[in-house]
């Protein structure tokens, strides 16, 4: 009596791979998205920060200090319309690149939940086949005790 044991057909994998959060974002970015970042990134250094101090420090000596005749004299308001020019561009250009991060962090979100559900499925599918192969042991250990091969 010759007895067959059945094993679950192979997985095959019919999903379509996850791609890079960041391959996908650097395709469809504008050129405006690239300057946004572009001045979020200098904007947010300590490069940036220390380059922004020597010359308020400068322009404050200059006019306090070295000159007779100072082209903007204390209390420096030509230097305040400046900064806030700085200011008032700098806020909204890194509120853009904000944005592009918060559209990344869902997109990557996302991609995460798809590869929680593929990976429950090949969980799933490897369960069954370990489940079968336990039912493939015991059947052979069944049929070597009738056998009298092992005790």
Not at 37 to 47: E, N, P, Y
Not at 95 to 104: G, L, T, Y
Not at 118 to 137: G, M, P, R, T, V
Request: charged content about 25%.
């Amino acid at each position: 009596m010759a007895t067959k044991i059945k094993f679950p057909e192979p997985y095959r994998h019919q999903h379509p791979a996850i791609r890079n959060v960041n391959d996908l974002l650097e395709e469809k970015m504008t050129l405006g998205q690239r300057v946004a970042d572009t001045v979020a990134r200098t904007l947010g250094s300590w490069k940036f920060i220390i380059i922004q101090s020597c010359v308020i420090t400068t322009w404050i000596v200059l006019n306090s200090v070295l000159f007779h005749t100072p082209w903007d004299p204390y209390p420096f308001i030509l230097l305040n319309l400046f900064l806030s020019l700085q200011a008032a561009y700098a806020a909204p250009v890194l509120m853009m690149s904000q944005n592009r991060i918060s559209e990344k962090d869902r997109i990557e979100s996302h991609n995460d939940y798809q590869l929680d559900i593929k990976s429950e499925e090949e969980i799933k599918i490897i369960i069954k086949h370990l489940e079968a192969q336990d039912l493939a042991i015991n059947r052979i250990l069944e049929i070597l005790e009738e056998k009298k091969v092992i005790q």
